[in-house]
């Protein structure tokens, strides 16, 4: 399968402390990439370096293309999007402006079909598009976290915690709509608290401990390893 | 206090409230976009009012030097930033943005100025050679240190607006100036004389008003300004530059005080300095707003100019002093509604 990107040897610093050294990911161009670890492992910190929103050191290439020095707008007119962990909605502004802006850099030109399909995705948030983004209730903002990124139609999208304080019956939800992203064709990077959840949509992961990554393989492999059973899936 | 007194500085108040309200609109917007107190922003007025008297009386304004200077300087910095990533593209478009425009707007402005140009034509050279400073000074004090605190962008804030306050005297000198009216009609409201060209000031403030009121609610532009000041990392992560969005809030601020000092010329003199008083009250009208609120700030401006019609009427030594001694009530009654605002 053809690799949508590469970072090597990206590392990231605040100030003086590293927090993800020397990593290495390759992502393909469909299917799911699930980033996994305990808190602190640097996963929300790789999300936003390869988005762009923190600068980093080493090198990033997508689609055969250095971005390594891409400012973020450049890397979400390529294809890039992130759903941050923080959801980091407009939160004075209605469910449907948040959308519309989804589409600002990329994807203009189709702005109204995108909005339909969101809608069609998540029918909640039609409901609600003259709500304040504020007014939603947790499920519904990260819905809309979501619905905004796709309204880009991203080629690679990145979302760290989708479950993330969210009710089991929402979180299925959540998973469902990622494993339909998955289907129509987009690469997804996931990054995920419940690892095992995680695993068993994606079909490889990285394990990152202390900022570096320490196993990498297919999904179908890490979901059986011994160390990972007891470190990060819960024994049984 | 009989009606005709109180109609005389109702309208008074007005007029000055507009122009505070469009200067504190400016003062919230590019607080909300940048987290900067800009406090040269009343120095755009002087330099506007005072760019166009000039023009008026067929002298070259001392201003096309800033415009040039500034040009030069902030192309050259973009030179310098880009130097690893230039392509011919962006190499054009720093000559001609940073090098041609200024250059080209101080030549015509030279070669205007003794001519005798209409009205409107100097209206539109003096808001053209003014307004571009915005960017330029957002581009070379302030995007390098975009993600400093508050505090320090407050003090290169004041460093600008000395800067431009030292630059106005040499540019302007110390001598005040009037610039002839757009109309010199004048009406009768009842007992009162209205002129003309305070119906213009307040005319063209509703309608800037408005405008903003549009461009913010209506247009994708203006939402994607706001969705900066509302979530400035929600807004890069759907790929609206903060520098865009800062050079746009500077430039939007930057038109509002060039206007505004072009506005008022014809009803006021005109001091190189006069800008920060003027910029002051707009910037007591922010506070009220919290630097935060539209529709609070124009309020907040509009009371203030009848605040300051009222007192200089009735104790005309103290009309400074009261108005911005309402500066302290306000602060004491926001830190008891809002207690835990802290700097994010």
């Known amino acids: ?236 | 206090m009989d009606s005709t007194i109180t109609l005389f500085l109702l309208q008074d108040g007005l007029i000055n409230g507009s122009i505070y309200a469009l200067l504190a609109v400016a003062f919230v917007l590019l607080f909300a976009v940048t987290r900067i107190i800009f406090v040269a922003q009343g120095d755009f007025v002087a330099y506007g009012g005072l760019t166009f008297a000039a023009l008026q009386q067929g002298s070259v304004p001392g201003s096309i030097w800033l415009l040039a200077g500034l040009g030069i300087i902030a192309g050259t910095l973009e030179f310098l930033r880009e130097r690893r990533a230039l392509t011919r593209p962006k190499v054009l478009g720093i000559l001609a943005g940073d090098f041609v425009f200024p250059l080209t707007l101080t030549g015509v402005a030279i070669l205007a100025a003794p001519q005798d140009m209409p009205y409107l034509f100097d209206m539109a050279l003096a808001l053209t050679l003014v307004v571009p400073m915005g960017p330029y000074i957002y581009r070379i004090c302030f995007r390098p240190m975009a993600s400093a605190s508050v505090l320090v962008l407050l003090i290169a804030s004041v460093g600008v607006h000395w800067l431009m306050i030292g630059l106005g005297l040499l540019f302007f000198g110390a001598e005040g100036y009037r610039a002839a009216p757009m109309f010199g009609a004048n009406f009768a409201l009842g007992p009162v004389p209205v002129s003309a060209q305070s119906l213009l000031v307040m005319g063209a403030t509703l309608a800037l008003l408005v405008g903003f009121y549009l461009f913010f609610g209506r247009t994708l532009a203006g939402k994607a300004l706001m969705a900066t000041a509302v979530n400035a990392r929600g807004a890069s992560l759907v790929g609206i530059s903060p520098s865009f969005s800062g050079r746009t809030a500077f430039l939007m601020a930057a038109f509002v005080g060039a206007i505004s000092g072009i506005l008022i010329a014809p009803l006021t003199t005109l001091y190189y300095d006069s800008g920060f008083l003027i910029g002051l009250k707009g910037f007591v009208a922010a506070i009220v707003a919290g630097f935060a609120s539209f529709p609070l700030a124009v309020a907040g401006a509009i009371a203030i100019g009848i605040a300051e019609a009222v007192s200089a009427f009735f104790a005309s030594a103290f009309k400074e002093v009261i108005v911005f001694s309402l500066i302290l009530p306000i602060l004491i009654w926001r830190s008891i509604r809002a207690p835990h605002l802290e700097e994010d």
Do not use: W
Request: aromatic share 4%; hydrophobic share 45%; charged share 25%.
């Open chain 1, 1 to 236: 399968m053809s690799v949508l990107l590469t970072a090597t040897d990206l590392s990231v610093s605040y100030g003086k402390v590293v927090a993800v050294h020397n990593i290495a990911i390759e992502l393909p161009g469909s299917g799911i990439v699930t980033l996994i670890g305990a808190n602190g492992a640097g996963k929300s910190t790789t999300l936003l370096s390869l988005m762009g929103v923190l600068p980093a050191k080493g090198k990033l290439m997508f689609d055969g293309i250095d971005i390594t020095k891409s400012p973020v707008e450049e890397r979400v007119e390529m294809g890039i999007s992130l759903v941050s962990e923080k959801r980091d909605l407009f939160s004075s502004m209605s469910v449907e402006d948040n959308l519309r802006l989804g589409c600002y850099r990329r994807n203009r030109s189709h702005g109204g079909e995108a909005l339909e399909e969101v809608f069609g995705r998540f029918p909640r948030l039609k409901e609600r598009r003259r709500q304040l983004a504020a007014t939603l209730s947790g499920g519904e903002r990260q819905m809309l976290a979501m619905g905004r990124a796709l309204m880009a139609r991203p080629r690679l999208l990145m979302l760290d915690e989708p479950s993330l304080g969210l009710a089991p019956l929402i979180v299925r939800d959540i998973f469902r709509i990622v494993t339909d992203l998955r289907d129509s064709g987009i690469a997804i990077l996931l990054v995920e608290q419940n690892a095992r959840a995680a695993l068993e949509v994606a079909s490889a992961g990285y394990v990152m401990e202390l900022g570096e990554i320490t196993t990498h393989g297919p999904a179908s492999e890490l979901i059986n390893d011994r160390r990972l059973i007891e470190s990060y899936l819960g024994i049984g």
